[in-house]
Structures are given as C-alpha cells and as structure tokens.
C-alpha cells in the first residue's frame, strides 16, 4: 500500500500513449492514483500495448509513487445468454489481467454484469463460475493484479447492484483469494444505497465487511450522482456537486475498512475540473482524523 493515506486520483486519458498522455494527465489533476484503459472500453479489440510505453508508464507512476489499476471493457458480461458474449469476456478480461501485470497495476476492475435474456440469477452466476474462476486461478505470478469487482447502478437484470449482492457473486467463485471489490459511489446511491442520509455511508461500508469479509476492498471510484437515490441511473456528477454531496466522502475516510485503500474519479470535466475533485477529495481526507 501506498504511504499516503487513501491516495487519491482519477482515471487518466492514454490515446496519446500511457506515458506520453496519462502521466502529464495524472500530474495536471493533482493525482496520487491512476485508473486506466488497455483496450477500447465499448469494443472487444485486445491490442498487445507498446512495450516501451509500458515500461515508462510503469517507471514514472513508481517514480511518483501512483497505485495503478486497470479498468476492464464495458461490454464484459460472464452472465450473458449469448455464448459469443460470454467467450469475448473471457478473452478481453484475460487481456486485461495480462496487460495490468505489465503495466504494474495492482488491480482490475471488472462490472459484474447482468442476467439478460430472461435467465434465472442462479443459471447466470453458474455460468459466472463457469468462465471466471478458471480466470482467477491463472494469477498466480506475485505480480499479477486483484479482480475487483464493481456493482453496477441496477439497470435491467443486474447480477449485483446492491452490496448484498456480492454474497451469491463471492459464493461463486469460492471466495477466491485473488478477488476483491470496487465501490463506486454513483452506482451504489443510483441502487437504492442512500448515502447522504445519516450514517448511509457509513452503513453501506459495514454491510461490505458483513456480506464479503474484511480486506476486499481494494479500490473506491469517488463520483458524486446527477439523480436522486434509487434512480438505477449512471450518471456522475463533479464531488458535492450531486444529489450524494461532499459530507458523504468526508464519512467515508474515517471507516476502518477504507484504510489505505486509494479513491479515483471519474467525474465529468477536463483537467481543471478533475484536479478540482482531486483538491476537495484530498480536503475531506485530511479533514478526517
């Protein structure tokens, strides 16, 4: 872990290559973390990366001292009907898994996906096993990085949106040791968690420990939401800027569960808007005793 209590940062644009764009990004915003893309997020394309541009990325975020994760594409889907869908998930979250270890990142982030097709939630989590654990028994270099799960805002036939959910999604995959979970704030206020209600975040964090154990929280997307509670809508909004507020993150810093574990934005904006999430994010923290 970082020295820095709850490193805090934002995922960074690499078009231009991840050292040439995501580094002097990561700088301008302020950051103490970076989330990252290795492939498109909408496609299914598994590009080898530059090893050059690995290997520097991979020197200046040590240099800085940045926590690197890997955000996998959007389109995965292991409870998918569709076996075409199912196959693509496995050989894009491999890719991701392989490109995070190249790339140092301590973590991948995965959304969990949904039951489509009119099937049974116990058909499609059989299936999750079906293709994920094989997955996860594969990271066995000490390099390799931790899955982290993330709920999802509960639209259509989510597999998890709410943390309860977790439980069955863990039960089917052994409570593997290599697995974890990121939070994202939106998403769990957009799936009925209220929290900007007394103590809600703080309740949403003790039911993580209660549904998954302690130790698997290994990322927290920091977004505030443009819709009210419940609205199963994805939508962020800039740090107190939303219907969640700033109070909420303050809350979240002094939960034993979070110690240490990084935060990273993806808020709306550009640089000037993301470095000033970054500022009022490090504000709250070192406003937390």
């Known amino acids: 872990m970082s020295a820095i209590r709850n490193p805090i940062g934002g ?135 931790r899955l982290l799960l993330e709920p999802t805002a509960g639209q259509g036939a989510s597999l998890c949106s709410w943390i309860a959910d977790l439980g069955p999604y863990f039960e089917a995959l052994d409570h593997h040791p290599r697995l974890g979970v990121c939070l994202d704030t939106c998403h769990l206020f957009a799936a009925g968690h209220d929290l900007a209600g007394p103590g809600g975040m703080k309740q949403a964090l003790d039911e993580l420990t209660e549904v998954v154990g302690t130790g698997r929280l290994g990322l927290i997307h920091a977004n505030d939401s443009k819709d009210v509670v419940g609205a199963h809508k994805d939508r962020h909004a800039n740090i107190g800027a939303g219907f969640i507020g700033a109070e909420p993150f303050a809350e979240l810093f002094s939960h034993p569960e979070t110690a240490g574990v990084p935060l990273t934005i993806e808020t709306p904006g550009g640089p000037e808007g993301h470095a000033a999430d970054v500022a009022r994010l490090k504000e709250l923290r070192d406003a937390t005793v």
Do not use: K
Not at 40 to 55: F, S, V, Y
Not at 82 to 97: C, D, N, Y
């Open 11 to 145: 995922h960074v644009p690499v078009a231009g290559g991840l050292a040439r764009t995501g580094l002097p990004y990561a700088r301008r915003m302020g950051a103490e973390a970076v989330q990252v893309f290795v492939a498109n997020p909408r496609g299914w394309a598994t590009p080898a990366g530059n090893p050059a541009q690995d290997e520097e990325f991979r020197a200046g975020c040590a240099e800085a001292g940045l926590p690197v994760y890997v955000h996998a594409p959007y389109l995965i889907n292991f409870g998918s009907h569709t076996e075409e869908t199912a196959e693509r998930s496995v050989l894009s979250l491999r890719h991701s898994l392989r490109r995070g270890r190249e790339i140092g990142a301590r973590g991948v982030v995965v959304h969990t996906g949904s039951a489509t097709g009119g099937r049974a939630r116990p058909t499609a989590l059989a299936q999750v096993r079906e293709r994920l654990l094989p997955l996860l028994e594969e990271l066995t270099h000490p390099e390799d990085p």
